[in-house]
């Protein structure tokens, strides 16, 4: 079995930086990307960045492409998401998720992203 769990949400001011981190626990030794997530209130769940362990690959939405930054501790097993310059539309619920090679098969609890002006 996989654990994920998300910290770092929170309420933050437009233009301020966040930063998320997912710590994997359990068979996670064939891991092969983790992404983040994210899910506004009355929205579909989105894509928001993924990571590739071999080589370390970083893949973005274009809505948060040069403002947020996805990476990786292979020893401690997490994988962090920087976010700056966040905007209000950045609200919502992020989720980490663990793709073994597969699709994305585990997910975490999520985080509360909250953006205020």
């Known amino acids: 079995q996989v654990q994920l769990v998300e910290s770092g949400g929170g309420l933050v001011q437009a233009g301020s930086s966040l930063r998320l981190s997912c710590a994997a626990s359990?068979?996670?030794?064939?891991?092969?990307?983790m992404g983040w997530f994210r899910q506004a209130p009355g929205k579909e769940r989105e894509f928001v960045a993924a990571?590739?362990?071999?080589?370390?690959?970083?893949y973005y939405a274009d809505s948060v492409k040069g403002r947020f930054t996805i990476s990786g501790d292979n020893a401690k097993n997490t994988v962090y998401l920087q976010m700056n310059s966040l905007k209000l539309e950045d609200t919502a619920v992020y989720y980490c998720?663990?793709?073994?090679?597969?699709?994305?098969?585990?997910w975490g609890q999520g985080t509360q992203v909250t953006g205020s002006s």
């Open positions: 998720a663990l793709d073994r090679g597969s699709g994305y098969d585990y």
């Open positions: 359990g068979r996670t030794f064939s891991r092969y990307a």
């Open positions: 990571i590739r362990w071999s080589g370390g690959y970083t």
